[in-house]
């Protein structure tokens, strides 16, 4: 009977979804015509849309915004005016924004009927993932989630991360005992290490029943990995004995654990030590977890950086990056699982919210007059833009294969036409739908003189110069970066945590091969850089080699400032001196680039 149900549920799910996508141009004109019928009158809305509805009226008079723009509308609401001089439902919370993007944490608006359409997403994802893998509903997800304490605004609303508000939420505190071997009360610690340490645990404790391993961000499940490689010899001791560690301390953790460790088990103890005790972490997951099919998490834009990490840990289990979705908006999930990783394209849902694209050039640049790449025609460009030479966004119905967009989305919780930050490269439709993959967040550079870096070009260059380290045994395992502007010329800094895939033990770095990374960054960027660089306005690349654990010290950092865990990104591009600081206490060796020639 429970495999009927499954079998069910999975075929009512995939069926919404394909109607989703097949009628995404007419849900998406209804979208915005239900948003406009309940927030026209608000205050915002009504000095374009003066108490009419019209679609088109709004498109013409609506600007284009970004959080600055809306934000003294955020603050009058968090210091205690009503919700409906911006949108016309109560305002149940407000989300925060991890922060750590390349900016200071927003408050986005939140009522109790979108925090459901949210949480739509989830449930959507599963019949996608069940197509692909079988027998899921026979184990349960070794998860690592974590919560952050929330705070209030002055007039008395939460603020909480999306994650926390959904962890929180009643409906997955009754669905995580059946699908999670983490107890609710160690998703819901708000001691970090004590919750990883719990649940690791747990996890281990029920290995046999483990069928995937899911954490929100790629970030966080290396992070708990580090973790685990250096408590593994305290887990097994309490698996040896049957009793939790005296350390942890949170009185739901300890009772949580204590109805799953409820008596010695040296077997398992024993198979585990021999497992972590290998000098290679080479597919540790996969023998900790024989029956995982997959790991869910968040691998795309920054945290492609670990891919090549999680790919070694993995030893060969499927990463799946399972969505796409911002504390702004929920955007799109991935059809197709067993997608390379670096390929991962997200078919967005048309029912989530409206959504406008904005062309934008292959560097970032708005897509107005100046199109130069891919045989963009300036044909092309003007039937993007209006009378006054302003780019125009198009809808779902109108965007073009190959091109590239910054994502405008209009939401029920008074957002409009709100400029998310985002951009993709369209790559496909299913059905009515489009499908994008990411390629970067726009505010996210370098700067130095006339150069701006971007974040994609960032990454591309260092996955350039690590393929160099790779044959050589080293994993590059997460990296950092930041523009030295204190002498002059200025210069790229570097910051990278390494790790041996024979040892845990990290040998000597040939300094000639550390070298030939940096030029291999520098060759790879663009024609400004360069010739920055050969005029000697811009200094030689910098590489920093950080020792081990130094960046779990950064997002230390970060969450001490606020940041979740569970939502954190390891910043692309720095710009906090302190977080500089955090780094460079770890820095073992400096490496800079030889080359000087680079345009003849």
Same mark, same amino acid.
């Given at each position: ?19 989703? %996508? ?84 927003? +408050? ?210 499927? +990463? ?183 040892? %845990? ?96």
């Amino acid at each position: 009977m429970a495999d009927q149900m499954e079998t069910k549920d999975y075929e009512n799910g995939w069926k919404f979804l394909e109607e989703l %996508t097949e009628n995404g141009h007419r849900i998406q004109e209804q979208v915005l015509e239900e948003i406009l019928l309940r927030n026209a009158g608000t205050e915002y809305l009504s000095r374009f849309l003066h108490g009419q509805t019209d679609k088109q009226l709004f498109k013409n008079n609506a600007p284009i915004v970004t959080y600055e723009d809306i934000k003294p509308y955020i603050d009058r609401i968090a210091n205690g005016e009503t919700s409906n001089i911006l949108l016309a439902d109560p305002i149940s919370e407000f989300i925060q924004s991890s922060g750590t993007s390349g900016g200071q944490p927003k +408050l986005i608006p939140i009522t109790a009927e979108n925090f459901e359409k949210k949480t739509l997403e989830l449930t959507l994802v599963d019949p996608v993932v069940k197509k692909y893998f079988d027998g899921l509903e026979k184990g349960k997800t070794m998860s690592l989630f974590f919560v952050k304490k929330g705070s209030e605004t002055p007039s008395g609303l939460t603020v909480r991360t999306l994650s926390s508000c959904y962890f929180m939420s009643d409906s997955f505190k009754k669905s995580a005992p059946k699908i999670c071997t983490s107890p609710i009360e160690t998703i819901l610690c708000l001691d970090h290490k004590q919750s990883m340490y719990c649940q690791l645990l747990t996890g281990l404790l029920q290995r046999d029943h483990v069928v995937s391993i899911s954490s929100i961000f790629g970030s966080v499940l290396a992070r708990s990995i580090k973790f685990l490689e250096d408590h593994w010899n305290e887990l097994c001791s309490n698996i040896r004995t049957g009793c939790l560690s005296d350390w942890i301390t949170d009185p739901g953790c300890r009772n949580a654990v204590s109805s799953i460790l409820t008596r010695p088990n040296p077997e398992l103890a024993d198979a585990i030590e021999h497992i972590c005790g290998n000098e290679s972490w080479e597919g540790i997951i996969k023998k900790l977890w024989p029956k995982a099919k997959y790991i869910n998490s968040v691998i795309t834009g920054t945290m492609s950086q670990y891919i090549s990490l999680l790919d070694f840990y993995g030893g060969g289990i499927p +990463l799946v990056s399972p969505s796409y979705g911002s504390s702004e908006s929920t955007f799109g999930i991935n059809l197709n699982p067993l997608s390379n990783p670096h390929d991962v394209s997200y078919t967005f849902l048309p029912n989530m919210a409206y959504f406008e694209f904005l062309p934008v050039d292959k560097d970032g640049g708005e897509n107005a007059r100046e199109s130069d790449f891919d045989g963009v025609s300036s044909q092309w460009s003007s039937e993007i833009t209006n009378a006054n030479g302003n780019v125009e966004p198009v809808n779902f119905a109108n965007v073009k294969l190959g091109q590239y967009y910054e994502v405008v989305v209009t939401t029920f919780t008074g957002l409009y036409r709100y400029r998310v930050g985002d951009v993709l490269k369209l790559t496909g439709f299913h059905k009515n739908s489009p499908q994008f993959q990411f390629v970067e967040r726009r505010n996210t550079v370098l700067s130095i003189d006339m150069d701006k870096t971007s974040e994609a070009d960032l990454l591309k260059a260092i996955g350039n110069a690590k393929r160099h380290l790779e044959p050589l045994g080293f994993i590059l395992m997460t990296f950092s970066s930041y523009a030295e502007t204190s002498s002059i010329p200025g210069r790229y800094v570097l910051f990278w945590e390494l790790k041996f895939k024979e040892s %845990t033990r990290c040998p000597k770095l040939d300094a000639k091969i550390m070298e030939q990374c940096c030029s291999i960054v520098e060759e790879s960027l663009d024609f400004t850089y360069k010739s920055l660089r050969e005029a000697n306005k811009i200094a030689a690349l910098e590489l920093r080699v950080v020792k081990h654990g130094t960046f779990d010290a950064l997002m230390d950092f970060y969450v001490s400032k606020g940041a979740s865990i569970n939502q954190y990104k390891t910043p692309c591009c720095i710009k906090s001196e302190e977080a500089v600081k955090v780094l460079n206490s770890g820095v073992v060796e400096k490496f800079f680039s030889p080359k000087t020639v680079f345009l003849s």
